[in-house]
């Protein structure tokens, strides 16, 4: 993207049209350096920065648009470097004047000719093989994958979700197709997605299904596709064979090093180890070291290294620790989000909406939490398996009664949640706007499926951990056509990843996870490209419980944006374990003022 804004001659100003803040390198006042200030900038892509109107052009606007006008790549980049007034690559310092993380440094301006410049060449190179328009920064994200790869070894590919790391991934392919065979791993829910969109989307590769057994991708432009369970059962088969290429999707699955799938990952020989993630960190830094280690082994070799330089400082707030991490990532990890990169995007509208306990679910509440008192949450690992029931229990309240008194029959005018719900479900399907409903319960799940059918007539699909993928791809394709069920449930972990599901616009979270970051995942699989309508995302939040506490942790996090938050999901319920009983039944204890 183009960042444009104006000059007064002492100050920068905004740029010409819908703004956005961006940390950049401008004159000082007196002209003799540069410093990094935030500036409203005008964001546009290449082909719509050589069209936009604009007034009294500058230097820089004037040589990026020659340098986007001319095919002589070579050149353009020779005189890039060269330094201002040397033709058409002459380009002022506030032409590239992108800072790196520690602000001591921008980019040269041969570098961001060259990447503007190479995606260029990408893009126009897989226009006859790739059967997808490339956004631009898609083609850049191509042309960076085969730079980092080259030069390290390996990358991450940490895009926000809904930014289209697979067919990213897939061009990427593409230009590996003769070397030798590559190998994709995946969740196994997306097995099947992944081989659906290599022949969608790359004809000339061929992908093949793997889940046991013999293996012999001899073939040119062979992509095996297996699952991260098939990886650890037959990782030997796979470390055999010599790959070209290895891609790791939703490589969060291997932020633990220990484990024996991380190790059969870590065991595969590949001339090149991609991770795409669009959360490299979900709990604490040390995932990332993981990530760090599988795709560039030679650079992120020591592990007790990174935690003395990274992790133990910005535990305890070193804010110079996060930007030498930033800086040191750089080289490896591309990191964008919407907003930077794909402007035409529709917004995100969160809602959140506190529900009220109904009169039965104030006395069960109660009544669950009397009696875990007066049994006792123990103490070691029993303890947090007696917190882990207790949390479950109550959670369940907030959602229905009926999940722990077994009376369902009448499902609404019981719980506050689940009639909101109802609401919401009944408003969207009046005004025909397709809606996802999100819970992290399997009977929630079936709960809300039943009520669908009861009161609106509606069969709506259940996505969940039960299925096995050609039904989780059938339940996909059927909600994305334009005749699909009007409402699908799903699993917050069964479907929180790897999906399209952009046909609806409406995005409501039933119940509340630990960590924002699962949640965001979930509500990226609406809002992502294709989308073209703006995204309602709703939580409801049951007042005066434990789901008060979830929210507040929610509030407290930044959601990882910048790979150096320390929120840890996994141990939310760990967290609790290890307070005393008193402060414990403190937060769990209803909240009857608020």
Known sequence: ????????????????????????????????????????????????????????????????????????TANTVAAAGAGAGNGVGGLPPVGHAVPNAARTAIVSAERAVRACVGSETVAAELRTTLKAQLRPYQARGIAWLRETAATHGGAVLADEMGLGKTVQAIGYLLGRAEPGPQLVVCPTSLVGNWAHEIERF??????????????????????????????????????????????????????????????????????????????????HLDELWALLNLVAPRAFTHKTQFRRRFVRPIHEGSEGAAVRLRDTL???????????????????????????????????????????????????????????????????????????????????????????????????????????????????????????????????????GGLNSAERADIVRRFQSPDGPPVLVLSLRAAGTGLTLTRAADVVHYDRWWNPAVEAQASDRAHRI???????????????????????????????????DTADSGSGVAALARLDDEHLLEILRRKRGN
């Open 1 to 72: 993207m183009f960042a444009l804004w104006t000059w007064n001659g002492t100050t920068p100003g905004p740029g010409p049209a819908d703004s956005e803040p961006l940390p950049l390198a401008v004159p000082t006042p007196d002209g003799t350096a540069l410093t990094v200030t935030t500036v409203d900038c005008t964001l546009t892509d290449p082909e719509h920065f050589l069209s936009l109107p604009i007034s009294a052009p500058g230097p820089s606007v004037t040589a990026w648009r020659a340098i986007l006008g001319t095919d002589d």
């Open 202 to 283: 790359a004809p000339g590769l061929r992908p093949i299904l793997w889940r046991g057994g013999d293996l012999d991708p001899a073939e040119p432009g062979t992509i095996v596709v297996t699952g991260y369970p098939t990886l650890r059962g037959h990782g030997r088969t796979l470390a055999e064979i010599p790959w070209a290429t290895a891609i790791f999707d939703e490589a969060q699955v291997l932020k633990n090093p220990r484990t024996q799938v991380s190790r059969a990952a870590r065991a595969l020989r590949a001339d090149a180890r991609i991770a795409l993630t669009g959360t490299p960190v979900e709990n």
């Open 330 to 464: 750089e080289p490896i990890v591309l990191a964008r989000k919407k907003i930077q990169v794909a402007s035409a995007l529709p917004p995100k509208i969160h809602t959140d909406l506190v529900c009220d306990l109904t009169d039965e679910q104030q006395r069960l509440y109660d009544h669950l939490l009397d009696k875990a008192e007066a049994e006792g949450f123990g103490s070691g690992a029993q303890r947090q398996s007696r917190v882990l029931a207790a949390l479950t229990a109550l959670k369940q309240v907030c959602n229905h009664p009926g999940l722990i008194t077994g009376e369902l029959d009448e499902l609404t005018g019981r719980s506050g949640k689940f009639d909101v719900c109802a609401d919401i479900l009944a408003s969207n399907l009046e005004i025909g706007s397709p809606t996802l409903v999100f819970t992290q319960y399997r009977r929630t799940g079936e709960l809300l499926v039943r009520h669908c059918a009861e009161r609106f007539g509606v069969a709506a699909p259940f996505f969940h």
């Open 530 to 564: 294709g989308q073209t309508r703006p995204v309602t995302i709703t939580t409801l939040t049951t007042g005066t419980t434990v789901e008060e506490h979830i929210a507040g942790m929610h509030g407290r996090k930044s959601a990882l944006a910048d790979l150096t």
